[in-house]
Nanobody, 114 residues
Framework: VRLVESGGGLVQPGGSLTLSCAAS????????MTWVRQAPGKGLEWVCT???????ECSDSVKGRFTISRNDANNTLYLTMIDLKPEDTAMYHC?????????RGQGTQVTVSS
């Protein structure tokens, strides 16, 4: 199982980013997949989950702003983020499983600052 995240960066408040998570070694569509994040000095926080059957949910803190999606053709998970806030600043990881996940990638840094 290998997960490689990309797409992070520095963005101003109100801006948008789309994170990617390229999966290899397994077929992503057969697994529950999750995005989690870790802000500086804080623990892991659940962000969104995509269920293998197609359902999806996100935490209240990002609901309406973040969307989790999946492209089965290229075995990639995405997190589209709009209206970003400074409190969204964190290292973002994709992971297999629900909750805080099981196997996590190395992550991609998102910094929201003016």
């Amino acid at each position: 199982v290998r997960l490689v995240e990309s797409g992070g960066g520095l963005v101003q408040p109100g801006g948008s980013l789309t994170l990617s998570c390229a999966a290899s070694g397994f077929v992503l569509k057969y697994y529950i997949m999750t995005w989690v994040r870790q802000a500086p000095g804080k623990g892991l926080e659940w962000v969104c989950t995509f269920y293998s059957a197609g359902g999806r949910e996100c935490s209240d803190s990002v609901k309406g702003r973040f969307t989790i999606s999946r492209n089965d053709a290229n075995n990639t998970l995405y997190l589209t983020m709009i209206d970003l806030k400074p409190e969204d600043t964190a290292m973002y990881h994709c992971a297999t499983g629900s909750g805080l996940g099981t196997n996590r990638g190395q992550g991609t840094q998102v910094t929201v600052s003016s």
